[in-house]
């Protein structure tokens, strides 16, 4: 075939494509595209895996034709959305890249790609789940960042990694202070298992600080990516009312779920400590979903390793907490069994 016949047929193969594509993300993101009118939005119909490292080889090449405000490429999904932060911009990659059809090392093999302007500021459909806030509305949930700093954080991973570590069904944990118990997500008050390591000391002092708390239990959870933490609420009996979390190492969101159907995620950057009072601490349900990415203002956080240092006030006494219908005080007043 010749080399002129050849790149016919191959502009044929790409342009069916396209229109496969187009109904695609008709059919998924409800949209109908505006094809023709220069935008900064665009759909990206990249035909490949959507793994991290066809995100990364997209995004390296998109960032040639000026700076974007968003990029969202989900993994088993073969067309993603960009954002451009000048029309100028989009224009040139819309140009460039329909007329020239660059040949980028996606997996499984490399392969050109095309765009379609979109008018829509887009969040796709399809990963709207993921999609995390920096300031989520629940009532007593208070997030302060760089609560630690960078060479604090390298230390207690060094001092963590140390250790053993127990493995759960979807993540490793350490306790420190007094043993938990899971199943009754309590702990046994009368067998402290060991005292605080002296490298815990800063963080202790801190937090005695800033809330007038010494804490006494010590709860570590290490997630790879895709590790999760089932919904739950931490008992009120075992513990006080402050729980105080501080993250390590990688981003990722927390899920809080309410009876009444409200469901917001918290993205948590690293070096932040999130504390839960109030209804965040005896009301809502906490979880981390099982997932390798978040979605934060338009772009995509791929998770990497992150640990969490859960801080908890053994309680002396019955909870009195305002939300009995939530609270588990029955269960532990004296002489129950
Ligand atoms: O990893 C986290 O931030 C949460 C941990 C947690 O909820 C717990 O240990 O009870
Ligand atoms: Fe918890």
Not at 1 to 30: H, W
Not at 73 to 89: D, F, H, K, R, V
Not at 100 to 106: A, D, E, G, N, V
Not at 187 to 200: D, K, L, M, R, Y
Request: with cysteine; net charge negative.
């Amino acid at each position: 075939m010749s080399e002129d016949k050849r790149m016919k047929v191959y502009l044929k193969g790409l342009k069916k494509k396209k229109i496969k594509g187009i109904e695609l993300i008709k059919r998924d993101e409800k949209i109908e595209l505006w094809e023709e009118r220069p935008n900064c939005g665009l759909f990206i119909l990249h035909y490949s895996e959507g793994s991290e490292d066809d995100y990364h080889v997209l995004r390296s090449h998109l960032l040639q034709y000026g700076p974007l405000s968003s990029l969202i490429i989900l993994s088993g999904i073969n067309y993603g959305y960009a954002c451009y932060e000048s029309l100028e911009s989009a224009a040139i990659a819309y140009e460039t890249i329909n007329n020239s059809y660059p040949i980028l090392p996606f997996s499984p093999k490399p392969h050109p790609f095309t765009v379609l302007y979109t008018p829509i500021q887009h969040n796709l459909q399809l990963g709207k789940d993921s999609i995390c806030y920096e300031n989520v509305p629940v009532p007593g949930l208070i997030i302060e960042k760089d609560f630690i700093s960078a060479e604090y954080e390298q230390l207690l991973v060094e001092e963590l990694d140390k250790l053993p570590w127990n493995p759960l069904a979807n993540r490793r944990v350490q306790h420190f202070g007094f043993d938990f118990i899971y199943g009754a997500n309590s702990i046994n008050p009368e067998t402290p298992s060991s005292g605080f390591p002296a490298w815990i000391n800063p963080l202790l002092t801190d937090l005695q600080l800033k809330f007038g708390i010494s804490y006494d239990q010590l709860t570590v959870n290490d997630y790879q990516p895709g590790d999760s933490i089932p919904p739950h609420i931490d008992s009120h009996s075992p513990f006080e009312e402050i729980l105080a979390c501080i993250s390590i190492l990688g981003p990722i969101s927390m899920c809080f779920r309410n009876t009444d159907g409200r469901e917001f995620n918290q993205f948590i950057p690293p070096r932040s400590m999130l504390a839960m009072t109030d209804e965040a601490r005896y009301v809502w349900k906490h979880s981390i979903q099982q997932r390798r990415h978040d979605i934060v203002n338009g772009n995509l956080v791929h998770r990497k390793r992150r640990i969490s240092l859960t801080f908890r006030k053994i309680r002396i006494g019955p909870c009195r907490c305002k939300y009995p219908e939530f609270c588990d005080r029955d269960r532990y007043e004296e002489g129950s069994n």
